[in-house]
């Protein structure tokens, strides 16, 4: 891992900089001469060396992403066929490469698109890699790479679009082109295909707090917030908003994903009482409660409290 010192504001350099994380590996690479032709115009000849494919998680802090340099993964298979070295940019405001220490409108104020393509043009133009040679691999001496899946998808096309010539080429993976704020069919395959038991007993406290929401008893939620250990949020909205974690979870799981995963403990918690799964239809309402808000206060808060859902939100 390594740091580069990014701009905060690209469109006022005075304000200084930030440092924003890097992992970086040369295992693949190997170095070529690159003529610079009179004749063509001073453009350098890219046949030779090979390409940096540079990709950045986006919207997450990129700390379990190390393998995306590594042949497992669609960048690292070109790094390998290509002879190339692979970087894995951390998103500004994600993580620890964050240009100011909260998370408000102000600092947000330069967490747009457009600063986000300024971030990898800067990067591109002008990190010094610890690989040899790192300070002779900038895009107008070997070809750069962009890759990206989801939003870093999309932002491999708009970065296309905003900065030609800056990347040799881009790959995109189902970038995504359209927001949806109310997209309740992303949750449809998850209730349709989590454990049974754990999809009713969440159903069955979901439509309980609908009901004690909507009645605007404030003592009443008070105490349901507290059950969570989250009766510390001012907006109800926010602690509602909160519970969707635990199934956003599911977006995780791969197929070799062992029952350890953060989403199986959540179903394991609510459902394992004394030992013994609940049936199909769950354990119901009382237990359900009791044991999810039992799963955040010994074990889930830390995880999204780094809040990269605010960052995202404020993006899309």
């Not at 750069?144 to 998808?153: D, L, N, V």
């Amino acid at each position: 891992m390594y740091y580069f010192d990014q701009l905060i504001d690209h469109k006022n350099p005075s304000l200084g900089t930030f440092k924003q994380r890097y992992f970086h590996t040369w295992e693949y690479y190997k170095p070529g001469e690159v003529a610079i032709s009179s004749v063509a115009g001073g453009q350098p000849n890219l046949s030779e060396g090979g390409p940096i494919i540079l990709s950045t998680p986006g919207e997450v802090p990129f700390d379990f992403f190390f393998s995306y340099l590594t042949n497992a993964t669609i960048m690292g298979t070109i790094a390998q066929e290509t002879n190339g070295a692979t970087i894995i940019l951390e998103h500004r405001f994600y993580g620890e490469s964050n240009p100011y220490p909260d998370l408000s409108i102000e600092s947000f104020r330069v967490h747009t698109i457009q600063q986000a393509i300024e971030d990898l043009e800067y990067f591109a133009n002008n990190v010094v890699l610890a690989m040899p040679g790192g300070d002779q691999v900038a895009p107008h001496q070997v070809p750069w790479i962009y890759a990206g899946g989801s939003y870093a998808g999309a932002l491999a096309s708009w970065t296309m679009v905003s900065k030609p010539g800056l990347f040799h080429a881009a790959y995109s993976s189902s970038g995504v082109v359209q927001a949806i704020v109310d997209f309740w069919e992303y949750f449809e395959p998850i209730r349709e295909n989590m454990p049974k038991n754990c999809s009713s007993d969440v159903q069955t406290v979901l439509n309980h707090l609908d009901k004690v929401f909507s009645a605007g008893n404030t003592t009443a939620i008070q105490e349901v917030q507290k059950t969570f250990g989250l009766q510390a949020l001012k907006n109800p909205i926010d602690f509602l908003s909160a519970l969707r974690n635990n199934l956003w979870d599911w977006q995780r799981l791969q197929p070799n994903t062992g029952s350890l995963s953060i989403f199986h403990r959540f179903c394991d918690q609510i459902e394992m009482k004394s030992g013994v799964p609940g049936p199909e239809e769950g354990w119901g309402l009382d237990h359900a409660l009791v044991a999810w808000g039992k799963f955040w206060r010994r074990e889930y808060y830390p995880y999204p409290v780094n809040n990269n859902a605010r960052s995202w939100f404020w993006i899309v």
